[in-house]
């Protein structure tokens, strides 16, 4: 690792990152306090149940069905997996098209190791980011009158970190693979949104339910971290995918062309 | 060191269609200022590039500091100072930000080398690098460059960009290296822009290299031009018979004499008239290869 790159590419993105987790917080504020007004009613909607699952299983009518469909199925993972995508494209890819890794990489420092250090940085973003995602929790779930345990909030927080971490890893592979800003962030972000289809659809098709083993997006709300709590076995297959694309990011620069 | 600082063998970069580099056999000493000429897409990055592996060869090789650039170039890197051609610096930076953390990938350099760099050249740090001009964003690509007193600079178009105060400081910076033992191996389109600077000079060709000389001789065989205004219209004929003289054009009151060698004739014809102004005009590289071709024939 390489201590000012990763305090460099933090300091990069602080701004973008300081904005979006204070409008997590706020965002995630508003969203508990409607609840009391407007949840039980929502709950009582019939609503078909291919899109009940897009929304996370949509059981408004509880606190921790709200939040699961308001947050966690689609807002949360949107967010962490944006700001995780665009980063770690704009980091390796972006840089490079820019011109400004051929100089960085002219320095005394190795091509694996200056990812690697870039992707902490990246990881960095993400961690701020789920934290804050646990704090808007905690008040949004206050002033919606609670009903969530902190702990199974923070649950929520790390396998959204953790998938946070395995978006931005695929962007990284790419990124670091080809220089190709619009292939890592394009593909990435198609990975994301393939994946959530996946996980929402399959099951409900016969014979293909177990398509959603290959979703990222499975291993990070497969099961229901707001009501179960931490899943052991989706964070370790979460956390290695990001510790292989991480290595394959690596290998992958040391042995092309800079393209600029 | 014994041996060439640089030594390239064969080194070649085939991009297709004809691009790239092709076959260049080089040596550049310890403590020379080689320059390193030719149009642009000659090969002149590609070469820059080569040496600091920040591309691999197709075949060849290449040495720098006696170190092999593909299997030693961490340590190349932390004894060469580079200039990228198109430099690029994070833009939402600050020069100061910007230095201070391509010094840290260096390991530190000596705060007060760095200073004076950037006193010498009137370099502004405190500024966002997007809100500098392309002058002073060159001047703090050539402060990172030689922050870390580098045994070999490698500067791709060090000139371009830089105002002719700041050039006046890149060249008395580049004579100090020099006489410090330092190499210099730099870049240029123009043979203007470097002959004052340097010992010897290579010129690249579409990737292929043509001629690599002493500047004397390359300079002798450069043709010279002269735009002379005159305060009336002038008689081209009057040029054309002149000893040294290759070529003539007359447009109004200006007339461009193009000739080999001493420029004595043409001054003195010149001086039969009114002259308002005289200015050199660039050389130009093919008319060197062709006069160095016809005159040192393979």
Partial sequence: MNWPTTRLTLRLRLLSTASAAAGLIAVMAAVGALFPAVGHTIGRINVPKSVLNLLGGGDYGTITGWFRSEIAAIYGPLVIGALAITGASAITAGEEEDGILGLVMAHPIRRSRLVASKAAGIGAVVLIIAFAMWLGLIVGVALGGGGISIGHMAALAVQLAFFGLATGAVAIALGAGTGRRSTATGVAAAVAVVGWLINSFAPLVSGIGWLKYISLFYYYAGSDPLTRGVDIVGLIVLGAVTAVLTAIAMAGIDRRDLRA | ?298
Avoid: C, W
């Fill in chain 2, 1 to 298: 060191m014994a041996g060439p600082v640089i030594a390239t063998s064969g080194l070649s970069k085939d991009y297709g269609s004809g691009r790239g580099l092709f076959g260049l056999d080089l040596e550049v000493q310890a403590g020379e200022v080689f320059g390193f000429l030719g149009p642009n897409g000659a090969g002149k990055s590609t070469t820059m590039r080569l040496l600091l592996d920040l591309i691999k060869p197709t075949s060849g090789s290449a040495r720098v500091l006696g170190l092999d650039t593909g299997t030693d170039s961490l340590e190349i890197r932390r004894r060469v100072g580079f200039l990228p051609g198109d430099l690029a610096l994070y833009p939402k930076l600050t020069g100061r930000v910007v230095l201070d953390y391509l010094a840290e990938l260096r390991g530190g350099v000596d705060a007060r080398a760095r200073d004076s760099l950037v006193e010498r050249f009137g370099a502004d740090l405190d500024r966002p690098v997007h809100e500098l001009s392309t002058g002073n964003r060159r001047k703090l690509g050539l402060i990172q460059a030689f922050m870390h007193d580098p045994e070999v600079l490698i500067l791709d178009e060090p000139i371009a960009g830089l105002d002719p105060l700041v050039q006046e400081t890149f060249h008395s910076l580049l004579a100090e290296v020099s006489a410090r033992g330092r190499t210099v191996f730099l870049s240029s389109h123009t043979l203007s822009e470097v002959e004052r600077v340097t010992h010897r000079l290579a010129i690249l060709r579409q990737g292929r290299l043509v001629v690599v000389d002493a500047l004397e001789n390359l300079r002798r065989v450069a043709v010279q031009r002269l735009e002379i205004e005159f305060g009336e219209p002038v008689d081209a004929g009057e040029f054309r018979g002149l000893p040294g003289v290759t070529d003539v054009r007359a447009d109004g009151q200006t007339v461009t004499v193009s000739f080999e060698g001493s420029a004595d004739p043409v001054v003195k014809a010149a001086a039969r008239h009114v002259v308002q102004a005289i200015r050199p005009r660039e050389d130009d590289l093919e008319d060197i290869f062709l006069r160095y071709y016809r005159e040192r024939p393979a």
